[in-house]
């Protein structure tokens, strides 16, 4: 492969994967985080199929680390979010909320917590180093704020319990959901985590040394090798079965939790006086004038995901967008997350999608359209 016909630059960071995604067949890249990340393996179809079937291993070193440590760490991560991170244990991850002062979302990074006063925000594609250290300047608080040399992949799908077992031993499985462990994998620094932007069974190896990078893609291809591992980009199929949220697409700094429906995300009873959280009180006692919501839309089955907002519209009048769709061959449906005006968003209500060449129609239907429950990544 050639990568002059991908027109890199310079002024856009290539991770520590580069190189081996390119060897390993990468056709397609786009930007995230200021970084060149793969999209694209050949079919989107088939990489869902190894993603459900078997396993995958995704270069993700665009979710970039803000690492905040220092005597005051816990104190002012606390002021970043509005959940609740009294209980958040050493070695403990947990899926949170970046808030402004409006209410309006930041960023939905996992958290994990290394030691008691050392924290990583694994984040989604904003600015959110720039956000902290901004927040720290005026805060009176004792803490350092930076983005370490730490580059993440993840290892996603059913059979991947199995490649970590051959990688790093039976002591791997004690690895509880939404936990991480310090571990070395032939003398590479790691942390690994079971989480992933997959809602499939699923680990995230942080690598802690840049220039390991290549050796590493390598020794886990080697060892996933007889399981069927194949290199994979993150699916849109599973993540809009899973009703995940990409940033950017189905929420923004004028998105907030409560239209999202990410109340247990919100915690504002307890003393820290968290960014937002009179805005969010207010929000909170008075309600929102739109929600997101599921939707079925019928027709063909659509060639890719949309690339713009879909207009949606109830008797000619616009009531709210599509913000991701996407075809599930698995549910053999056209599946979409939706932000809509609360009165259209009621189960079962009718509206029109309108695709720049057509129209068609769609029904508001439950989300997530796949495992509600999320059993198959806790497992």
């Excluded at 990583?120 to 594609?125: P, R």
């Excluded at 799908?157 to 939404?178: C, D, Q, V």
């Excluded at 996933?224 to 940033?247: A, C, D, N, V």
Aim: aromatic letters at 8%.
């Amino acid at each position: 492969m050639q990568t002059d016909k991908f027109g890199f630059g310079t002024q856009i960071r290539k991770s520590p994967f580069f190189d081996a995604t390119i060897r390993w067949g990468a056709t397609e890249f786009s930007v995230y985080n200021h970084m060149y990340i793969p999209r694209d393996f050949g079919s989107t179809e088939q990489n869902f199929w190894n993603l459900i079937n078997d396993a995958i291993l995704c270069d993700v070193a665009v979710e970039r680390q803000v690492e905040i440590t220092g005597p005051d760490a816990a104190t002012f991560m606390q002021m970043l979010t509005p959940r609740d991170l009294s209980k958040l244990s050493v070695v403990q991850c947990k899926y949170i909320l970046v808030i402004n002062a409006d209410g309006g979302i930041l960023n939905d990074p996992v958290l994990l917590r290394l030691a008691e006063n050392h924290f990583w925000m694994s984040l989604a594609d904003s600015d959110i180093l720039l956000w902290a250290q901004g927040v720290a300047v005026n805060s009176g608080l004792d803490v350092k704020i930076c983005e370490p040399d730490v580059s993440p992949l993840q290892l996603q799908g059913p059979k991947s319990g199995e490649i970590m077992t051959a990688l790093f031993g039976e002591r791997i499985m004690e690895l509880r959901y939404y936990w991480l462990i310090e571990i070395e994998l032939d003398g590479i620094p790691l942390v690994v985590s079971r989480t992933g932007w997959s809602s499939e069974l699923g680990y995230e190896i942080y690598l802690r040394d840049g220039s390991l990078g290549d050796t590493l893609w390598e020794k886990i291809m080697a060892a996933g090798e007889p399981f069927g591992l194949k290199p994979g980009h993150t699916s849109s199929i599973r993540r809009i079965e899973g009703g995940m949220l990409s940033y950017h697409a189905d929420a923004d700094i004028n998105t907030n939790p409560y239209e999202l429906g990410l109340d247990r995300l919100v915690n504002l009873d307890i003393e820290a006086e968290f960014i937002g959280k009179a805005a969010l009180s207010h929000i909170r006692d008075n309600g929102v004038n739109r929600k997101q919501v599921g939707l079925f839309i019928e027709g063909e089955p659509l060639s890719g995901p949309n690339t713009t907002f879909w207009p949606l519209i109830q008797r000619g009048k616009v009531v709210g967008k599509v913000t991701s769709a996407i075809y599930s061959p698995r549910l053999k449906q056209n599946i979409a997350l939706a932000m809509v005006s609360t009165g259209c968003a009621k189960l079962g209500t009718k509206l029109e999608v309108s695709m720049s060449s057509k129209s068609v129609q769609a029904t508001i239907v439950p989300k997530p359209f796949y495992d509600p429950k999320k059993k198959i990544a806790s497992i």
